[in-house]
């Protein structure tokens, strides 16, 4: 009997292992493991195809969520607002509740654009400055106050976005998450040592060469009240330090971002879809196109060089 009994517990042992190991080289040929759908650690790169918007759509319609979305137009940048309005009206967070902060100089300059059902817009005027890099730059300690001082408690999540862009498809509930970042629609398939990080120990931007995980835009991020709000917070210290000791990263708060990310791993990771060179750029790799910086001038259109 025991004989018996030994000899079907290594028939078990024998199936074990031959699925175990067949399940490696499996996983292991069809390159499950360099799969392109999560970071290394586990969250989601969300594109074309690894969600389903109507499923996605039901489960948040259940609760009960506002979104706030701040942008900017300060100078000729203005220009950009009614296409990004319009083509948000069309594309973004369609069916949800969304409230947009647009920062202007120009508050006359603001064009009528019809907002769609429980979609506001709330203009807020802001001093004009004449370096668009500190223009740029100058957004993180507005956000940080506009949450510390207005939205907290009123919203769940909250996105910032460039003004010269414009939606072309879907950015809906799929992209929340607690700590959002985006893929640079230029870096998202250079190797790591070509992305343009802050590479001078000087500055609080620092990422040392061997280090880093995606190059994030600073066009558009994303997340819970809490989270954004703790980014900007910290974007707006080190900026701060930075100009204290004269030195200017090399793409501004984008850098400063992408060290932020860099210890504080986004939930959630966007792909270039989510925001694509302007949009006569080849689509290539991308499925779809959903929001994109426009062709602009940049000479023309910015106060300095
Ligand atoms: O509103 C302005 N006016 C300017 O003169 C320069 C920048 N800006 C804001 O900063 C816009 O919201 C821009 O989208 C953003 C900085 N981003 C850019 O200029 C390009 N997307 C890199």
Same mark, same amino acid.
């Given at each position: 009997m025991r004989l018996r009994q030994s000899f079907h517990f290594f028939l078990f042992g024998m199936f074990v292992g031959l699925s175990l190991s067949g399940l490696i080289f499996f996983g292991y040929t069809s390159s499950w493991f360099s +799969?392109?759908?999560?970071?290394?650690? %586990?969250a989601p790169v969300v594109c !074309?195809?690894?969600?389903d918007s109507n499923l996605i759509d039901s489960i948040y319609k259940q609760q009960n969520i506002t979104i706030a979305t701040t942008v900017f137009a300060l100078g000729k940048y203005t220009r950009f607002i009614k296409d990004f309005l319009e083509s948000a009206e069309e594309h973004?967070? $369609? *069916?949800f509740r969304v409230h947009y902060y647009l920062f202007t100089d120009?508050?006359?300059?603001?064009p009528e654009v019809k907002m769609g059902k429980n979609h506001h817009l709330t203009v807020r005027i802001v001093p004009s400055m004449d370096r668009w890099q500190d223009i740029s730059m100058g957004r993180m300690e507005i956000l940080e106050k506009l949450m510390e001082n207005e939205l907290a408690n009123k919203v769940d999540y909250i996105f910032c976005l460039d003004v010269d862009t414009k939606f072309y498809g879907r950015w809906g509930v799929?992209? %929340? *998450? +607690?700590l959002v970042g985006v893929l640079h629609p230029w870096f998202?398939?250079?190797?790591?040592?070509?992305?343009?990080? !802050?590479?001078?120990? !000087?500055?609080?931007a620092f990422i040392p060469a061997g280090e880093g995980d995606y190059y994030y835009t600073a066009a558009a991020f994303g997340g819970s009240l809490a989270d954004v709000h703790h980014l900007t917070k910290t974007c707006r210290k080190q900026l701060n330090i930075d100009a204290a000791n004269s030195i200017e990263a090399i793409w501004h708060e984008e850098s400063h971002l992408n060290k932020y990310f860099l210890n504080k791993k986004p939930s959630k990771v966007l792909s270039p879809e989510y925001l694509w060179r302007? &949009?006569?750029?080849?689509?290539?790799? $991308?499925? &779809? &196109?959903r929001f994109s910086h426009v062709a602009k001038n940049n000479a023309e259109v910015r106060p300095n060089v």
């Open positions: +799969r392109t759908d999560v970071t290394p650690w %586990l !074309e195809g690894t969600f973004y967070f $369609v *069916g120009q508050p006359e300059a603001v799929e992209t %929340l *998450g +607690r998202f398939d250079y190797p790591r040592d070509q992305f343009t990080y !802050e590479r001078r120990q !000087e500055s609080q302007d &949009i006569n750029m080849s689509v290539g790799q $991308v499925k &779809i &196109i």
